[in-house]
């Protein structure tokens, strides 16, 4: 008879949802999969920007994790507190201790909109908070004059073109209210380039895309405080005016990573770029929770194309350890993104990063790709919770 296997996925999100899922349909039940989440529901990051332009209402975004039951994979709604790689247990906050024979580490990244000063007490907006969405909306649609800030905090954070394409929806948004004559819409980065790990070359057509929605693109302007609800100082002297601040704030790694040694000092942590392997034995990370660098400044972006990719590869991996077989799967660094700009339109980018002449292209805004965008949220809620 088989022997029983435990493996334990931490986080439901775009990467662990895909493991479970990859684990349940290839390994018999005999073995269990169990997914813990301190969320009851699932949402995917980019339904954000549909309930900013208003295609999405927010209390029809959450699909319960409670679903995964009927598939045959064990959900468990409550905050791990603790790892404990020399026990192979973790500790969650209210259903105690949790053994594994194999650990799938994808908790994502966290938010941190108080480590800008001044941004929450001035009323800045946090466009990676769901929840905030549809306050955001009426004010972008009651504002009849003055100016909106985009602002990125920092860098490393999910989905690099994301900023980019909630400026373009803003712009066709206050297009349609008819107040755009009145509003200026400024957007701020703190790097040189428009998107670093995709190049000069589709940095440049990015910022091309931004000027012909009349989008001023400030490159290396490193938010320093929000000094009142009217003005933002950057690191590098300058001032900004805003009616309006949208921010992309700071991410951290989760509390949990942070305080536990496979990290150094809070770090992101590091895997084999690969495997996804960690430095203890049978633990993965996966997705946003990891750093794998790509030389230079740049890493793998925390987009959840790659969560999902190289959730595949783990998934596959622990097969074949289970089942005894090799397929010996690895994560190749390729990706794509879909960046909406309006009017049931969507450019597309591509990114072979592993490459020996990494890869990245951005094709024009179509309505063929925004048709594709639509299928790729639909398809996969649709294969994880279904
Ligand atoms: C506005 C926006 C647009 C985006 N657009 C795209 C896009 O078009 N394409 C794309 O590929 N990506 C996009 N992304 C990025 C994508 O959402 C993330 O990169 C992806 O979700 C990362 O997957 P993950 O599995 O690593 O982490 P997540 O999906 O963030 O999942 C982590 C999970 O861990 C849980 N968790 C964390 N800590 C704990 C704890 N201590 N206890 C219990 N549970 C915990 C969280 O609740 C969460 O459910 C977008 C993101 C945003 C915000």
Not at 217 to 243: C, M, Q, T, W, Y
């Amino acid at each position: 008879m088989e022997q029983t296997k435990r493996i334990l996925i931490l986080g439901a999100g775009f990467g662990g949802l895909t493991a479970a899922n990859i684990l349940r349909k290839n390994l018999s039940n005999v073995h269990k999969i169990i997914v813990i989440d301190k969320n009851k529901s699932f949402m995917m990051g980019l339904v954000n920007l549909w309930i900013l332009y208003g295609t999405r209402k927010l209390q029809d975004s959450f699909i319960p994790l409670a679903n995964l039951a009927n598939k045959g994979i064990e959900f468990i709604n409550d905050e791990i507190i603790e790892i404990d790689f020399t026990k192979n247990s973790i500790s969650t906050k209210f259903r105690g201790k949790f053994d594994y024979d194999y650990l799938i580490i994808s908790l994502g990244s966290e938010l941190a909109p108080e480590k800008i000063d001044g941004f929450i007490e001035n009323g800045g907006f946090n466009l990676y908070d769901a929840r905030q969405m549809p306050e955001l909306r009426q004010k972008i649609l009651s504002l009849n004059k003055g100016n909106i800030a985009i602002c990125i905090a920092d860098i490393p954070y999910k989905c690099p073109p994301a900023p980019y394409e909630a400026s373009m929806l803003v712009n066709d948004l206050i297009v349609k209210n008819g107040t755009r004559d009145h509003i200026n819409i400024d957007f701020y980065a703190p790097s040189a380039l428009a998107l670093p790990v995709a190049g000069p070359d589709v940095s440049l057509r990015l910022v091309s895309l931004l000027k012909m929605n009349n989008i001023n693109f400030h490159p290396l302007h490193k938010i320093k405080r929000v000094v009142s609800n009217d003005l933002i100082e950057f690191e590098n002297g300058n001032n900004a005016k805003f009616d309006l601040l949208i921010g992309i704030p700071p991410h951290k790694v989760p509390a949990v990573i942070r305080e536990c040694e496979i990290t150094k000092a809070g770090d992101w942590i590091m895997v084999d770029k690969f495997t996804l392997k960690t430095t203890y034995d049978n633990v993965f990370a996966i997705g946003d929770v990891t750093e794998i660098a790509l030389g230079g400044m740049v890493t793998i972006p925390k987009a959840g194309i790659f969560a999902e990719a190289q959730a595949k590869v783990v998934a596959q991996e622990i097969i074949d350890q289970i089942t005894n077989t090799k397929t010996r799967a690895k994560f190749d660094g390729k990706g794509f993104c879909f960046m909406e700009v309006g009017s049931n339109e969507a450019g597309y980018i591509e990114v072979d990063l592993y490459g020996e002449d990494p890869y990245t292209q951005l094709h024009p805004p179509s309505r063929e790709s925004y048709r594709k965008k639509l299928d790729f949220e639909e398809t996969r809620v649709k294969n994880w919770l279904f």
